[in-house]
């Protein structure tokens, strides 16, 4: 079972190019990964795309006559979004799907009972499924790439619109492959702020670096499209990470979580050993002969700092001295009066 803390997505999306099989044996590649979640892509290409769709720059090379016909063969069934689900589930990760249009939506939340339901970008401003959403209970995943913050504020206000959401806003730069000069981290901790909403981060950037500044950055989510390889013919596989990476990114991430630690200040057992050795504390400068009263020219500091601290000096001057002490030792409070 994937261990708590940064929530953790591997977006197939349409990776599996249409093969139910792909999908499969992608998600039993990543059960023993500590992934916290598998996600898809679900949609009704005829409730998706006018006859007057064009393709954005990366998809060209698809190889497709139009981006329907794209989305047409790279589509899953319900069917089989459904078995998909359920072998998730078997490996205790969650199953996660961005949909397109109401239809697909609404056979998410009433047929697989996700949970949790991403957003994508592009469908920040469709509000038929964001009314849709304003009366459900499901957990939120906003993704906000291409949004400017007008854009993502109306939309909360209509998935709040009946009750409060417990909403999620994804950090993202809608580019495939983003460029890093674009990617904006420090956006995370912007979005957390102005919002007050919980904020993570869907890379589309090569490599884990972006995904590591992120959680740095405070992200409590990372989204990051994978692949069996980048070098299949396909619409994301480019801007993608190869699985065996993606599993060196999760362990780097549950790294990175032990680093950043908490906010507390603490000091831990083995800091308290060097704190006694390389501390100072107040020293005799000369030797002390019984009822001398303790004057500055008495005292040095050294270490270690097992004694009276320095920053305790002007208490100890005017004190009498109980018994004789020898010179360059620790001075003791048990010796003072």
């Known amino acids: 079972m994937a261990s708590k803390g940064v929530y953790i997505i591997a977006e197939i999306g349409p990776n599996h190019n ?15 990964s500590g992934v916290n979640a598998i996600k898809f892509q679900i949609a009704d290409p005829n409730l998706v795309y006018s006859d007057d769709s064009f393709f954005a720059n990366y998809q ?19 069917k089989e979004h459904l078995k998909l689900s359920n072998l998730c589930k078997r490996f205790r990760i969650d199953y996660l799907c961005s949909a397109f249009d109401l239809k697909s939506l609404k056979f998410l939340i009433t047929k697989i009972k996700v949970k949790k339901i991403k957003i994508p970008s592009g469908e920040i401003t469709s509000i038929d499924l964001l009314e849709y959403l304003s009366k459900k209970k499901n957990e939120i995943l906003l993704s906000t790439g291409m949004s400017n913050l007008y854009e993502i504020r109306k939309a909360i206000e209509k998935l709040n619109k009946n009750f409060k959401k417990n909403i999620t806003l994804l950090h993202c730069v809608s580019v495939y492959p983003a460029k890093k000069k674009n990617l904006n981290i420090k956006l995370v901790k912007k979005l957390k702020e102005f919002f007050r909403l919980k904020v993570g981060y869907s890379d589309h950037s090569i490599g884990s670096e972006a995904c590591l500044a992120a959680v740095a950055a405070g992200a409590c989510v990372i989204e990051k499209h994978i692949t069996l390889s980048r070098k299949l013919k396909g619409p994301d596989h480019r801007s993608s990470m190869e699985i065996n990476q993606f599993k060196k990114l999760i362990n780097k991430i549950r790294e990175l979580e032990i680093i950043m630690g908490t906010s507390k200040k603490n000091i831990s057992v083995e800091e308290q050993e060097i704190k006694r050795v390389s501390r100072k504390s107040i020293v005799t400068k000369t030797f002390l002969k019984k009822g001398t009263v303790l004057k500055k020219s008495h005292l040095s500091f050294k270490r270690p700092g097992t004694g009276i601290s320095p920053m305790n000096y002007n208490k100890v001057i005017g004190k009498k001295i109980l018994r004789d002490i020898k010179q360059n030792k620790i001075l003791k409070l048990n010796n003072l009066k």
């Open 60 to 78: 060209k090379k698809s190889g497709a006559k139009s981006i329907k016909q794209m989305s047409i063969k790279n589509q899953l069934t319900y």
């Open 18 to 32: 249409g093969s139910f099989n792909v999908a499969k044996k992608m998600i039993k590649e990543l059960k023993n």
